[in-house]
């Protein structure tokens, strides 16, 4: 997962990508960390999703912009619109059959 830390840089990958997994973790979270490692490998097993994550401290912009107010947080959007939301303890499985239905749309 490409770690991305500035609010430009974030809206031009959902732009330039249908499918995105984002990842946002808070800073010292120990679940966040445990999470991240677990999201990203369900990521690379999905060669076209584009998946990236930041720390919520990194772009104050994140909280508003996105409605992510504690981590560890998961949006995965489909053409710029959030098709899934996770939150805490994200449930892998649940997000992996959501990354196949979207994936299959494409």
Known sequence: MKHLTDIQDIEQTLTDHRLCLFYIKAPDCGVCNVMLDKVGRLA?????????????????????KFL?????????MLERKEVYRGSGFINLE??????????ESL
């Open 44 to 64: 690379e097993s999905h060669p076209s999703l584009c998946s990236f994550y930041t720390d919520i401290t990194e772009e104050p912009l994140i909280a508003g």
């Open 94 to 103: 649940e997000l992996e059959h959501r990354i196949n239905l979207c994936i």
């Open 68 to 76: 992510v107010y504690s981590g560890p947080t998961v949006l995965l």
